[in-house]
């Protein structure tokens, strides 16, 4: 039978300061009162990981152990996939990455060093940066869906003077009980409780072409949970942590709530929204006013996005219920904030969108893989034409501001994660693909395809909505569109360390050989492992080409 929605408790993440030693562990879960546990994963005690907070410009260290054991999703380890061995399903690699932080090369998780049952990694993180709703994800090349899947991922809170977490923070938002992360994870579960990862029903060929489309939706580890709230205003910093899935957000009693900050920061003031589409890898910090129910009323956060990947062919399972609030009881008086930056014991108003040094188009491109020569559409995602760890790796300059025009050639929409940067969105255009292709027809896979796309416009550019105007890391590339962004690379003053470094494997982890049996594409024989990664945060994707090195020199 189904399972039934909002029969069990949303799980309150433990919040802790973010330094000492974490632990990566599986341990049995339940995800459903009506479902058998699920051998899962996640950082220290519980499945997902404790909610870590941290202070602008007070530097940390964090401790990763792997204690995971053998992999909990071994048979879906596909050995065709980038830097993957054998090895994994028995001794799974793992590498952590901080989502949005802006930390040297060697602390930044990249998905070629990786390490195994009794290793770890120390890793220092700077904190230079305002207060924002970080995350912190598993990134092991080729196994990354798999593992954030089995339960590596966490959210981090940069706290900073004006968004201290404290009843007394200036800007007037609530904060202890009232503030509660959520992070939205869509599932296919078993009968027996075990995870399903693949999707082959909607595409034949099986993995890393749409992703992983649960038909289940998880809060903080819990299928579609519920929440008792009080009469008052909350403050919720949700998180889409799922693989592949775009979200857009609505309550089902048509309340509009407040949107307070992006991936980065805080917006100049809230803005009332009904509805905001949240894709994988983004965060959106929301204010929802209770006050106004009755005791005992029930809302629910729905999904209204039926057809996620923006193209009709696919049946994309609906999944519209998330999570339920419930209302009982009276709470502390509360009130949106007027504005949240700008003013007396404010942080500085959000300037306004720079003009670039520089222009770069960058394409999102479908092909066949040789691999997987049943293909029937096309089953590699890539980023520019190129294969992950090619020779022909992006330098951009540290202190400068680029303008991307990401061109999506491919039929699926796609959230671009940029390391390292943030981003401001300028606008998306829409465009007539198949001129443009015809026109520019793209060379063999591994060789640079990066026209411009300015000549086929399918209508004016449409700018960034209100709700989407701060800082970011991640921005959703719809198919058939110019998505044009401001990358703002930190300088070597702002970040305190040199962006360039070689890195450094450390002791007890290892270099993963990625020249290994990669789909049949020819891969250099001693790639270059350097810098940042820029990838689509469709894990099934990233993990399957969709990522390039990107280095940042001083
Ligand atoms: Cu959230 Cu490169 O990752
Ligand atoms: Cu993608």
């Known amino acids: 039978p189904p399972l039934q929605p909002f029969v069990d408790a949303l799980p309150i993440l433990e919040t802790r300061p973010a330094a000492g030693e974490l632990a990566a562990i599986s341990m049995p879960h339940r995800y459903h009162r009506d479902l058998p546990e699920t051998r899962s994963w996640g950082y220290d005690r519980s499945v997902l990981g404790p909610n870590l907070e941290a202070w602008r410009d007070r530097p940390t260290r964090i401790s990763f152990r792997n204690e995971l054991g053998t992999h909990v999703l071994a048979p879906h380890v596909d050995l065709t996939m980038h830097g993957v061995t054998e090895l994994d399903r028995t001794d799974p690699r793992m590498t952590v990455h901080l989502h949005g932080g802006a930390n040297s090369p060697d602390a930044d998780g990249h998905p070629l060093i990786g390490w195994r049952n009794g290793g770890r990694a120390t890793y220092a993180y700077g904190g230079r940066q305002e207060a924002a709703t970080l995350w912190y994800h598993d990134h092991a090349m080729g196994i990354t869906r798999l593992n954030i899947q ?15 977490g404290r009843a007394d923070n200036p800007l007037g938002l609530p904060s202890g009980e009232f503030e509660i992360p959520l992070i939205v994870q869509d599932r296919t ?35 579609w949970p519920h929440l008792e709230v009080r009469r008052t205003l909350y403050r919720f910093r949700v998180l889409n942590g799922s693989n592949s899935r775009p979200y857009i957000f609505e309550l089902s009693n048509g309340l509009p709530f407040s949107v307070i900050g992006n991936d980065l920061g ?26 106004g129910l009755r005791d005992g009323d029930a809302v629910e956060l729905i999904n209204t996005a039926y057809n996620d990947l923006g193209n009709t062919v696919f049946m994309v399972p609906e999944l519209r219920p998330i999570m339920r609030f419930t209302v009982a009881g009276a709470g502390p008086p509360a009130a949106i904030p007027p504005r949240l930056r700008g003013g007396p014991g404010l942080p500085e108003p959000l300037e306004p969108l720079a003009t670039p040094d520089s222009v770069r188009t ?43 025009d990401i061109v999506n050639t491919t039929p699926f929409d796609h959230p671009i994660h940029i390391h390292l940067a943030r981003m401001r969105v300028i606008g998306r255009q829409p465009i007539f693909t198949f001129s443009y292709w015809i026109a520019n027809p793209p060379p063999a896979f591994g060789i640079r395809w990066s026209p411009s796309a300015d000549g086929y416009p399918r209508g004016p550019q449409e700018p960034a909505p209100a709700w989407e105007s701060g800082w970011k890391d991640s921005v959703e590339c719809p198919t058939d569109t110019i998505t044009r962004v401001l990358v703002y690379w930190p300088s070597v003053a702002e970040l305190g360390f040199d962006p360039d470094a070689p890195l450094h494997v450390p002791a007890g982890a290892e270099a993963v050989a990625a020249s290994g049996p990669h789909d049949g594409h020819s891969m250099s024989s001693s790639p270059p492992i350097r810098g940042y990664v820029w990838h689509c945060h469709n894990l099934d994707h990233a993990d399957h080409d969709m990522m390039q090195q990107i280095r940042v020199t001083p």
Do not use: H, K
Not at 189 to 216: A, C, E, K, R, T
Not at 363 to 390: H, K, Q
Not at 391 to 404: C, K, S, Y
């Open 362 to 404: 960058m394409t999102l491109i479908g092909l066949n893989d040789d691999a997987r020569a049943e293909a029937v559409f096309p089953t590699l995602m890539a980023l520019n034409n190129l294969a992950f760890l090619s020779e022909d790796v992006d330098i951009a300059r540290a202190g400068t501001v680029e303008q991307w």
């Open 266 to 291: 805080l917006l100049d003031a809230p803005v009332p929204a009904r509805s905001i589409r949240v894709s994988p890898g983004e965060r959106i910090d929301l204010l929802i006013d209770f006050s």
């Open 150 to 164: 089995a339960g590596l991922a966490g959210m981090y809170y940069v706290r900073d003077e004006f968004d201290t």
């Open 189 to 223: 579960f078993n009968p027996d409780g075990s995870i399903q990862p693949m999707v082959g029903i909607y595409i034949p060929q099986g993995y890393n072409q749409s992703g992983q489309l649960g038909d289940v939706a998880c809060v903080n580890g819990v299928v």
